[in-house]
């Protein structure tokens, strides 16, 4: 088994493990690795058919997510919200439409999709990434760091471990972490851990054609949200939302015969024309998910202060989403707490 050696190691290839070594190479810092269990890139960032099945938007406040598109010359775009919208509250009355209203704060999506801001921030550090690497272990020795892995030993002086702090908690650590930090990884929330989206694309955007925006919000029904999610160049035409809970117990035909009705009956026979169908349960991913998952229907508390602090001496610290004081959950919250993290152990040395 291979044995591998660097100043830094960050577990997680995801947003903010991405931005972290970003942040250290921005200040000089080069000898960088990064441990990523899945066989690809980005985490809750999965863009696929031009469909952003996770992480998909931001708005005006989430400055930390313009500022990383900005050194990135990524460009934005508003979420398309135009025409009728789709409001529904009775599986027996007829559908409710409504107009958005435009003073209300806009969304933004990024261009060529969320994975764009991954492929970008991956680019300086693309040979020091391994995929399939799972880390097990995680054991101070010495001056050092040794993370055991199904690829092997890798050994660090410093240790940033970015993955969703219940996920973390799967890992074993030596000497052991404390039993309320423990309690606190294990009872923090994981960002779309109970979400199902659905993607379809279109040869044409058909909802357009008939003033209609897209979108529909479905307080009962298999669908709780759909949007238009049209590319920025409107070369590809798409629909995206959020599946109804519910539905993850019936068979994957089974849930796709009713979404599809159920979008049919509210915007249109045109659906049956779609060119793609694709779904992702994010419960159902074991690098997002653990056997603990519960939905949660308000939002959940981030950024606990015991993830601010550094363990083992000074050589290891948690990133990522939930770690955030600000933003928690949230792209900027990722992105945010990747900065952080490098500029703690930047002020180390």
């Known amino acids: 088994m291979k044995q591998i050696t660097a100043t830094y190691i960050i577990v ?31 985490g809750r960032i999965l863009t696929k058919d031009g469909i952003d099945f996770g992480a998909t938007w931001f708005q005006n406040h989430h400055e930390h997510v313009t500022t990383i598109l900005d050194h990135l010359h990524i460009k934005k775009f508003h979420q398309y919200s135009e025409g009728k919208s789709v409001l529904v509250y009775n599986s027996m009355a007829p559908a409710h439409y409504f107009e958005n209203d435009p003073s209300y704060p806009a969304a933004y999506r990024i261009a060529g999709g969320s994975l764009a801001m991954i492929q970008a921030l991956a680019t300086i550090h693309q040979e020091r990434i391994y995929t399939n690497t799972k880390v097990s272990h995680i054991e101070e020795i010495e001056n050092q760091i040794v993370l055991t892995t199904n690829q092997g030993e890798f050994k660090a002086a410093k240790v940033i471990v970015t993955v969703p702090p219940r996920i973390a908690s799967q890992i074993t650590f030596t000497p052991k972490l404390s039993n309320s930090l423990m309690k606190s990884m ?5 960002w779309m851990s109970n979400a199902m989206k659905v993607g379809l694309t279109f040869k044409k955007p058909f909802w357009k054609a008939k003033q209609m925006s897209g979108t529909l919000i479905g307080q009962i029904g298999c669908v709780t949200e759909l949007y238009d999610h ?52 994010w419960s159902q991913d074991v690098f997002t998910n653990t056997d603990a998952v519960k939905s949660i229907y308000m939002s959940p508390r981030y950024g606990n202060p015991a993830f601010q602090e550094t363990y083992l001496n000074n050589k290891l610290l948690f990133s990522g989403a939930e770690t955030s004081p600000i933003h928690g959950g949230y792209m900027d919250g990722a992105i945010y707490s990747g900065f952080n993290a490098a500029k703690k152990f930047i002020a180390q040395d």
């Not at 294990?186 to 994981?190: F, K, L, S």
């Not at 035909?253 to 793609?276: C, D």
């Open 230 to 281: 049209c590319c920025a160049k409107e070369e590809t035409f798409a629909l995206m939302g959020f599946v109804n809970e519910a539905l993850r117990d019936v068979s994957p035909e089974e849930r796709k015969s009713r979404i599809l009705e159920h979008l049919q009956k509210y915007l249109g026979n045109e659906v049956l024309e779609y060119l793609t169908y694709e779904e992702k349960d």
């Open 186 to 190: 294990e009872n923090t929330h994981t």
């Open 12 to 42: 997680g290839a995801g947003l903010s493990g991405l931005t972290t070594a970003y942040a250290l190479h921005q200040q000089g810092e080069t000898d960088i690795i990064i441990l990523e269990a899945r066989d690809r890139i980005g």
